[in-house]
Structure formats: structure tokens, C-alpha cells
T-cell receptor, first 112, second 112 residues
């Protein structure tokens, strides 16, 4: 949606493996969000960036989850020592400072 | 109890029917209300956006917000098979926190 690109689209990880998920918004997307969507559920908020500043990380479920956006554009969500309960679709959304964000297609993570 | 409740469906209607989708919520601080459409294996797409109470119409779609009852609705007129998707309500407050709280989604099937 509106130029928010996520990669990879699908990721299979063995339990205990570290993964990195990428979100690439178009230039000018000041706000960037990460959400986690379990099967049959609505997205749940993980974290929010305004430019490079991580203003809200209250939704990160544990210290195994870490997100960064060092130059205020591309963002990476990293999950360390993946567990089966981490299996979900991870959605990135990006937009202007005062507009609602557009979602990417998501990364489907399966932990086996 | 979740902050936002939404009937998961599935809701099956014949082509041309009027569809009514609803959400209730408990947090009186919510001021912005959205409806997203999500096709299978895609990211959510913003359909309607309403601030505070009232109605908003866009083509075949009408969004209603009743803050006194903490109840929001989306109506789809002249439903088409291409409307078959999961519909997610989402909302947030008026203050600095921009994270959205989503319902769990209602799966709609429009039969040709």
C-alpha cells in the first residue's frame, strides 16, 4: 500500500533462531509503525517511530523483540531466539506526521 | 475483556445486499475511528476514517460513530463479490499516542 515494502514476504525460522524483518517506506514517511497479527486476529501494536526516534515501544512483547530506524527511513524488526508463539504476520505501516499510515503486505513468520 | 469487540463472522450475503458491520469499544478516550479492508495474505487497506461522532459517506460505504453508546458501524450498499474480505475496525485517542487498537475483524463473503 502506497509504497510500503516489506521483506521477506515469508520467513521460516527454527526455534531459537534470530530473524530480521525489513520495512522500506517511501521517502517522506515520517511515522512508522510495526504491528503483529496472529491468525484470525486483528493487528496488535508493537512499536512506533517518528523519523529515527522510537517514541513508543510499549507493545513489544518481550526483550527478545527489538526495532530500529537509524536514518529515519528503513526500519528493521529483530526477534531473537524465536519461539513458536512468535509465529504471526508482522505488518509495517508508514505515513505522514498527521495522517493515517498505509500498511505494507506483511511478513509471514513461521517458527518451527 | 478486549478494548474493541468485533463479531468474527463469517457473514455471508447475496450480491446486492446491504451489509452492516459493527464494533463496540470500552475506552471513552478513543476519538478517531477507522475501517480497514484486508484481503487474504494482504495488508489492511484504509476504507473510511471518522473523527468523533457522526456519519461519513464515500460511494457505497457509510461509516457511523455513536460515542455515547461506544458503537461504530460500517454499511456497504449494493455489495459485490469483490467486497469479500475481512473488515477490521480500528481506533485511537486524540492525544500523542498514535497506535491503533484493532478489532479482531469480521470475515465477509458476498455470494454471486
Amino acid at each position: 500500500g502506497a509504497g510500503v515494502s516489506q521483506s521477506p514476504r515469508y520467513k521460516v525460522a527454527k526455534r531459537g533462531q534470530d530473524v530480521a524483518l525489513r520495512c522500506d517506506p517511501i521517502s517522506g514517511h515520517v511515522s512508522l509503525f510495526w504491528y503483529q497479527q496472529a491468525l484470525g486476529q486483528g493487528p496488535e501494536f508493537l512499536t512506533y517511530f517518528q523519523n529515527e526516534a522510537q517514541l513508543d515501544k510499549s507493545g513489544l512483547p518481550s526483550d527478545r523483540f527489538f526495532a530500529e530506524r537509524p536514518e529515519g527511513s528503513v526500519s528493521t524488526l529483530k526477534i531473537q531466539r524465536t519461539q513458536q508463539e512468535d509465529s504471526a504476520v508482522y505488518l509495517c505501516a508508514a505515513g505522514g506526521a498527521n495522517t493515517e499510515a498505509f500498511f505494507g503486505q506483511g511478513t509471514r513468520l513461521t517458527v518451527v | 475483556q478486549k478494548e474493541v469487540e468485533q463479531d468474527p463472522g463469517p457473514l455471508s450475503v447475496p450480491e446486492g445486499a446491504i451489509v452492516s458491520l459493527n464494533c463496540t469499544y470500552s475506552n471513552s478516550a478513543f476519538q478517531y475511528f477507522m475501517w480497514y479492508r484486508q484481503y487474504s495474505r494482504k495488508g489492511p487497506e484504509l476504507l473510511m476514517y471518522t473523527y468523533s461522532s457522526g456519519n461519513k459517506e464515500d460511494g457505497r460505504f457509510t461509516a457511523q460513530v455513536d460515542k455515547s453508546s461506544k458503537y461504530i458501524s460500517l454499511f456497504i450498499r449494493d455489495s459485490q463479490p469483490s467486497d469479500s474480505a475481512t473488515y477490521l475496525c480500528a481506533m485511537r485517542g486524540d492525544t500523542g499516542r498514535r497506535a491503533l487498537t484493532f478489532g479482531s475483524g469480521t470475515r465477509l463473503q458476498v455470494q454471486p
